[in-house]
């Protein structure tokens, strides 16, 4: 996570710079065209966001009226926070949070270091083999980790890792496209800038460091959030290997107490909201960045 | 270390032979450095990547169960049976059926929106976040929500559709209908990815395109198909690609909102590698499963590679 503060001087004048064609765009007449455009969007943004907000406002509600019949729009009972209190005070909502935090984070800094160094050497070091680890790396982009969560389990057990973080976080650390993107990222750096620093005695590990990681700020940001997303979300893996709940990370336990308890709406709605508020505040600070990064480093066109 | 082909470079007076075993030197430095920086990478790869793959398939000829019981050789006995287990043709069928009706929309759709906010409306970053905040969510979370907006009494979708007259749908509890409701949840959750490659590809065209169209007297239209789908061209084989593998390892969802029913009418493979593994203790027979699976996706993955690759040979 600490990787994703990303604004600094060099990154946001170049965005501006990229912008500057944008704003005469913007300012473009409402013809009817764009008015048709504007009510189509208009419609589709409320159905996408229609059932995130009718959640959010289930939240709430008192438990009764949330799962009353006919349902209600809006809380007619007052806007209470019942549910929210319920979840915070008892059980382990907390704690999952907590576990989600720690091992998303640490999935998210181990991958963005072994990915970055990997890049860095793929792309600036011609040692042998390096063709062919880079196929290689490529190659596996096709193998589905899911498919292997029966040999990862035995190893687990084998590393006496089931039920315990390393277990989770380890086997999510491995991330092909990451390596490749940021590979791709690093080409396009001009060499002339760490020349200069070569010749001036630099080690290379400290050009990495304190040219080519500052320069690459927006892609690593972008990497980083979809490796948070990722790990942060991730269902299937912390399913298998965790058994404690105190161990479980938010999705896993949140989807044992809803087999366990059946659905209650209220409480279920405030858990919802609270595994997602992290990540919503996370994209709304960054998505200018992501996008430019995308756009600029060609995830979107190989 | 990396001081010396600085220092080799500098050396004034260079022999022949010097200078051979100099770049023999470098060369061996540049490849240890190489691999160095590789090796934290390469460690994890070959750890929980390459020898898992082997040991899956080694473990899909044998017995082996999860309590470690019977490890024995049996040789082809397990993809033998798996060939004939109807619960596998079942389960890969619903997923290869959930890909198809997943990934077309989930392609189609996220052009339009991407175009349509592309515009260049106000309030772009609403727009964005407003089809991009379902990806955010954990599949407990929208799997919470969709088996909600479903239900028969309580959900949003029935009373919805209510005001128009339309009656209740089993959307979850019907076996027609199930696979439709767990992909047009799947459609709302992670268009937003989608979406955002098309987005991002979509603000890299040059605008001086679309201007010496207009002057041609090009319409909204044949800009479009003239510029905007050739130019989003490899955006779509690789939202294509992406689309269709992440399609075919569907579970997290099906797993939550029907478990997979009603009777086994959205099943999906993986769920059936983790009911034969997890909870039939058969883990030799579970990767066997895996990696029939496995060589679906590869010759999947093959045909639409060959089938790329002889489209752009034309001109």
Request: aromatic share 12%; charged share 10%.
């Amino acid at each position: 996570m600490t990787s994703a503060t990303i604004p600094s001087s060099a990154t946001t004048t170049r965005a501006r710079a990229q912008q500057t064609p944008q704003p005469a765009r913007r300012r473009r007449p409402m013809t009817p065209g764009r008015i048709v455009a504007l009510v189509i969007l208009a419609i589709l943004a409320v159905m996408w966001l229609i059932p995130v907000v009718w959640a959010a406002i289930t939240s709430f509600k008192t438990e009764g009226e949330a799962a009353a019949f006919p349902i209600t729009l809006l809380p007619e009972n007052g806007w209470v926070l019942d549910a929210y209190i319920t979840t915070l005070s008892a059980g382990l909502v907390p704690r999952w949070a907590w576990n989600s935090l720690l091992t998303a984070s640490a999935v998210t800094i181990i991958t963005v270091v072994i990915s970055a160094l990997a890049g860095y050497a793929l792309s600036r070091f011609d040692f042998a083999g390096s063709k062919a680890l880079l196929a290689v790396v490529i190659a596996s982009i096709m193998i589905p980790g899911q498919i292997l969560i029966v040999p990862l389990f035995q190893q687990m057990l084998t590393f006496n890792m089931v039920d315990t973080y390393w277990g989770v976080i380890l086997p999510q650390v491995i991330a092909a496209p990451m390596v490749f993107i940021l590979k791709k990222f690093f080409d396009q750096i001009p060499r002339a800038l760490e020349e200069a620093a070569l010749v001036d005695g630099a080690s290379r590990l400290r050009i990495l460091m304190q040219i080519v990681l500052p320069l690459s700020r927006p892609i690593l940001g972008a990497v980083s959030i979809f490796v948070f997303i990722g790990a942060w979300n991730n269902f299937l893996w912390p399913f298998i290997v965790i058994n404690r709940s105190e161990l479980m990370t938010l999705p896993v336990g949140l989807q044992t107490v809803i087999s366990a308890y059946g659905i209650q709406y209220a409480a279920n709605m405030a858990q919802a909201v609270l595994a997602a508020l992290p990540l919503i505040v996370l994209f709304m600070f960054f998505q200018r960045q992501i996008i430019k990064s995308i756009s600029t480093t060609g995830i979107a066109g190989t | 270390m990396s001081a010396t082909p600085v220092r080799a470079r500098g050396s004034a007076t260079p022999a022949p032979s010097a200078m051979r075993e100099g770049l023999r030197l470098r060369r061996r430095a540049e490849n240890l450095r190489g691999w160095l920086y590789c090796s934290p990478f390469l460690f994890f790869f070959v750890l929980f990547l390459v020898w898992p793959t082997i040991s899956g398939l080694i473990m899909s000829f044998t017995g082996r169960t999860l309590t470690g019981a019977n490890t024995g050789w049996v040789g082809v006995e397990n993809y033998a049976e798996a060939f004939a287990d109807p619960e596998v043709w079942s389960s890969l069928g619903n997923t290869l059926w959930f890909t198809v009706l997943s990934s077309i929309p989930l392609v189609v759709i996220a052009l339009a929106l991407a175009v349509l906010v592309n515009v260049g409306l106000p309030g772009q970053w609403f727009w964005r976040l407003s089809f991009f905040l379902p990806y955010l969510l954990a599949s407990t979370v929208i799997s919470l929500f969709w088996t909600w907006l479903y239900n028969p009494q309580l959900g949003l979708l029935n009373t919805m559709i209510g005001w128009v007259g339309i009656e209740p749908i089993q959307w979850l509890n019907d076996e027609n209908w199930a696979m439709h409701g767990v992909v047009i949840a799947t459609v709302w959750w992670t268009i937003g990815f989608n979406f955002l490659l098309y987005l991002a590809a979509l603000q890299a065209i040059p605008d001086q395109l679309y201007e010496a169209a207009s002057l041609d007297g090009a319409g909204t239209w044949r800009k479009f198909t003239s510029i905007t789908l050739p130019q989003l061209a490899p955006t779509t084989v690789l939202v294509v690609v992406l689309q269709i593998l992440a399609s075919l390892k569907i579970f997290d969802q099906i797993y939550q909102m029907t478990g997979g029913g009603p009777a086994g009418a959205t099943r999906p493979i993986l769920q059936y590698v983790y009911e034969a593994g997890f909870t039939g203790y058969r883990l030799g027979y579970a990767s066997a499963i895996s990696y029939i699976f496995f060589a679906i996706i590869i010759v999947i993955s093959v045909v639409y590679t060959v089938a790329i690759s002889r489209r752009s040979v034309k001109p």
